[in-house]
């Protein structure tokens, strides 16, 4: 259990039973902004696509894959990013509802996933999901290998957890230390990088 204090962003949480969290479909390209510049590329359709990723995996199975490696390695990353992000979602909505009370609906938690200073350590993950799937988005432009290189190293900063670190370091840490999932979503991902042991 974490008190709010100790974050400077917040964090988030999982579904409430009972709900029918399958109901919610929708694309991480449903993009909106929040309107301060204090929650700025906030995506509510990055936290819904998230919440919902291990629930579409299967219906996603037969995508073609692209001939462009630097395009297929950003695809694989975004995959596993979606799956972290979403793991990171259920675990901080079961902390939180275990301090605070249940969240009401999975519209309450999109609310609290874009505003709610205990969730908000998260939005650097979303933030870095939304370049990604402009990126990809845009059929037009050629991924370099410079900027490959400058996600996956800003993608390497963030999976760095911190017992002795502040703010996201530190939340990241004490995430991974509550939940397996997210240590397997974390192991995922990290094995995609370069310098992957």
């Known amino acids: 259990m974490r008190p709010a204090s100790s974050l400077p962003d917040g964090d ?11 109901s ?3 694309s991480s390209r449903q993009i909106i902004k929040a309107g301060s510049a204090r929650h700025r590329h906030r995506a509510c359709g990055i936290f819904r696509a998230c919440y919902t990723w ?4 299967s219906s996603q199975s037969t995508a073609l894959v692209p001939v462009d490696p630097r395009r297929r390695m950003l695809l694989m990353v975004r995959e596993q990013l979606m799956s972290l992000h979403g793991a990171l979602i259920v675990a901080e909505q079961s902390s939180y509802e275990g301090v605070i009370g249940p969240v009401g609906s999975v519209e309450t938690l999109l609310d609290l996933l874009q505003c709610n200073p205990w969730f908000t350590w998260l939005h650097p993950f979303s933030d870095l999901l939304v370049r990604l799937d402009h990126l990809l988005d845009d059929d037009t432009f050629e991924i370099s290998e410079d900027n490959l290189a400058h996600l996956l190293g800003e993608l390497e900063g963030l999976l760095r957890p911190s017992i002795a670190g502040d703010g ?18 974390h192991f995922r991902l990290k094995r995609l990088l370069p310098d992957a042991a």
């Open 12 to 22: 988030i949480g999982t579904a409430p039973a009972g709900k029918d969290s399958g």
């Open 54 to 57: 291990n629930m579409a995996l």
């Open 24 to 26: 919610i479909r929708a």
């Open 168 to 185: 996201f370091a530190r939340a990241y840490f004490e995430a991974l230390q509550r939940n397996s999932d997210v240590v397997l979503a």
